[in-house]
T-cell receptor, first 112, second 114 residues
Framework: SAVISQKPSRDICQRGTSLTIQCQVD?????MFWYRQQPGQSLTLIAT?????????ESGFVIDKFPISRPNLTFSTLTVSNMSPEDSSIYLC?????????FGQGTRLTVV | AQKITQTQPGMFVQEKEAVTLDCTYD???????LFWYKQPSSGEMIFLIY??????QNATEGRYSLNFQKARKSANLVISASQLGDSAMYFC???????????FGTGTRLLVSP
């Protein structure tokens, strides 16, 4: 399995500020995925991040709000910009290895 | 249309009993993968088991087994000998093709009682 380190594990942020979430994988992977889980809901894909190219965003998510970096094959960041209380969610990164998909520990974000 | 359907919002089981969590899926892609994850209150997503559409046998991982019925498009998770630590949310997910996103069901909350 893959070991995925995601930081921070949780944060409480003021509205209007931004938070950057980091995801480090112990293996080189082509694609990394960022998901959001709103309270009491299932997971929804925000974007797919390939190394060396711009991230591909799902409908309803835009780069200005959720900029993503993918500087190498083991690391990615997701920024939640200009936060509002509606951004309070768990954010998770995920990678696929040997057909199986693994997740980081998640970042529990509360916006006040 | 929902691609992944979990019809049980909540399930109760007694310790040491077996429990089946239901999952049905919808796809026209012949190549797909089915996943089950456990999410405790901490929020992390713990990978439990994977079944590929071309796999001939049902997947098993310790106390977890996947009852894969391709014609019925169902991929139920069976947990044998339930433990108190199994209490959590369980999500079924599907990936169509390789290196594609996962689509998740709405989840089933499992409560294991002593």
């Amino acid at each position: 399995s893959a070991v995925i380190s995601q930081k921070p594990s949780r944060d409480i942020c003021q509205r209007g500020t931004s938070l950057t979430i980091q995801c480090q994988v112990d293996s080189q992977v082509t694609m990394m995925f960022w998901y959001r889980q709103q309270p009491g809901q299932s997971l929804t894909l925000i974007a797919t991040a390939n190394q060396g190219s711009e991230a591909t965003y799902e409908s309803g998510f835009v780069i200005d709000k959720f900029p993503i970096s993918r500087p190498n094959l083991t690391f990615s960041t997701l920024t939640v910009s200009n936060m509002s209380p509606e951004d309070s969610s768990i954010y998770l990164c995920s990678v696929e290895l040997w057909r199986e998909a693994f997740f980081g520990q998640g970042t529990r974000l509360t916006v006040v | 249309a929902q691609k992944i359907t979990q019809t049980q919002p909540g399930m109760f089981v007694q310790e040491k009993e077996a429990v089946t969590l239901d999952c049905t899926y919808d796809t026209s892609d012949p190549s797909y993968g089915l996943f089950w994850y456990k999410q405790p209150s901490s929020g992390e997503m713990i990978f439990l088991i994977y079944q590929g559409s071309y796999d001939q046998q049902n997947a098993t991982e310790g106390r977890y087994s996947l009852n894969f019925q391709k014609a019925r498009k169902s991929a139920n998770l069976v947990i044998s000998a339930s433990q108190l630590g199994d209490s959590a949310m369980y999500f079924c997910a599907m990936r169509e093709g390789d290196f594609q996103k996962l689509v998740f069901g709405t989840g089933t909350r499992l409560l294991v009682s002593p």
